[in-house]
């Protein structure tokens, strides 16, 4: 009964933590973005530094109207939203915060995290079918094709460093993580944080979902609370792909703090991973659909199989 109880309140606090986390990191976005592009609004919602701009977004999409086009597959349309969200979600579970704090700690944890991470693109998929809409259906398309050239270097990037530690826990990889891991695995971290942009549609990879390309893509019929729900998603999905990040190739919870706040260095890496995602944002031009392609399979595939053969080497030549 305690041992239930123990780990019903690891989940609840690991829940809690990330929960929180992705409206913090919508939160930090109107605010770096302010700063950066020089943005008044944001920066006087509510008084200091803005504060209610988050709960002025809220309410907005909480008043909006739900609507469902008359030509859409209701019960897909209505779908997709939960089911871009949910995957997300469910990998927080899987993803230590410090030592023994993580809410299920599984031997093929990073199996698990990257083929629940793939679920979460179908709801785009669903949206932009079920809209009976032309340019959601283009949306979904270009979604589908950017998801096949991005993961492999995705899975491959991640390999890489399951071989390097030589197993698929998470905690494990941790535990195994060595500081001069980031000198020879640093090209896998790349391409692993590129590729993990491309598949959240992040910019400058926005390019089916980006209102001067096509719209909203897949989002276009959508208002109100689902699609808040494809926002939030969004958000979930950075704070998976920096949480991810920070665990395999940053070394989770190693650092200078003593293990009993591990769990506050890995927050502070992921945050900071966060912050560059919104810097790619405002910085970094959008690519054009054959430059996307060919940044996939001319650049990042080829570094990833290097990355993997190499540390394929150092394992057999260092035993």
């Known amino acids: 009964m305690a041992e239930a109880l123990e780990v019903l309140l690891r989940l609840v606090l690991v829940l809690g933590a990330f929960l929180t986390l992705p409206l913090l990191v919508g939160q930090a976005e109107h605010k770096v973005m302010a700063h950066m592009q020089g943005r008044l609004g944001p920066m006087y919602a509510g008084g200091f530094h803005g504060w209610a701009q988050l709960v002025a977004d809220g309410v907005k999409f909480a008043q909006k109207e739900d609507v469902v086009p008359a030509g859409a597959d209701r019960a897909v349309f209505q779908l ?7 995957p997300y979600l469910v990998v927080l579970v899987a993803i230590p915060l410090g030592p ?72 494990g990889i941790v535990e195994a993580w060595e500081p001069w891991w980031l000198l020879w695995q640093l090209p896998g971290a790349v391409v692993f944080f590129v590729a993990g942009l491309a598949e959240l549609h992040r910019p400058p990879f926005d390019m089916p979902v980006a209102d001067s390309e096509i719209v909203l893509g897949a989002y276009t019929e959508y208002t109100g609370l689902r699609f808040a729900f494809f926002l939030l998603a969004e958000y979930a999905g950075i704070v998976v792909l920096c949480a991810l990040t920070t ?41 054009r659909a054959d430059q996307l392609q060919r940044l996939a399979w001319q650049v990042l595939v080829p570094v990833a199989l290097a990355q993997l053969a190499l540390t394929g080497v150092v394992r057999v030549t260092l035993g």
């Open 80 to 86: 997709a939203p939960g089911v871009a969200l949910v």
């Open 100 to 171: 023994g704090l993580v809410g299920q700690d599984l031997d093929a944890g990073l199996f698990f995290v990257l083929a629940v991470m793939g679920v979460g693109v179908l709801g785009a998929l669903m949206g932009g079918w079920a809209s009976a809409n032309k340019y959601s259906l283009l949306g979904g398309v270009r979604t589908a094709a950017q998801l096949m050239a991005y993961e492999l270097p995705f899975v491959l990037s991640a390999a890489s460093v399951a071989m390097a530690a030589g197993t698929l826990s998470l905690s």
């Open 247 to 287: 665990v395999l190739f940053l070394g989770g919870w190693a650092g200078p703090l003593p293990d009993g706040l591990g769990w506050l260095w890995t927050l502070v890496k992921t945050l900071l991973l966060a912050v560059l995602v919104i810097w790619v944002r405002v910085s970094v031009p959008r690519l």
